[in-house]
């Protein structure tokens, strides 16, 4: 079974459906949050700011994953290319004294003839 979203939805208008005490529902409204319902049926008390990080923050995770509906062996793929792509880039001066050296290695005698 599929987990529910927890992300804040719909803004509630009608603050008499919300089980608080009218004193905490001030409280709240005087610290600037509102109430909103999430899907999963329970009220999150948020300020607009923290709303909107809501949204962005569940609007990412559908762009995060693109090749989502790839196949699994596609997906192994793109993973390893990407893993060894960041380890290229975290070593790659060592790489290149890797490389030098064995140019060196096999063209030392033409290279002592240029001199």
């Given at each position: 079974m ?11 208008e ?6 608080l ?12 949050y509102?109430?909103?319902l ?5 009220v999150?008390w948020?300020?607009f700011?923290?709303h909107?990080?809501e ?5 990412d ?33 060592l ?7 064995v ?13």
């Open positions: 599929r987990r529910k979203a927890k992300h804040a939805g719909k803004l509630i009608d603050w008499s459906t919300i089980d005490p009218d004193s905490q529902k001030e409280h709240y409204a005087r610290l600037g509102k109430p909103y999430c899907s999963g049926g329970k999150k948020l300020s700011d923290q909107i990080y949204k962005i923050k569940y609007d995770r559908k762009k995060i994953a693109p090749f989502k509906n790839l196949r699994p062996s596609l997906q192994k793929q793109l993973r390893v290319a990407k893993r060894l792509f960041r380890a290229f880039l975290r070593n790659w001066f790489l290149f004294l890797a490389a030098l050296i140019l060196i290695y096999f063209y030392y005698e033409s290279i002592l003839n240029w001199f």
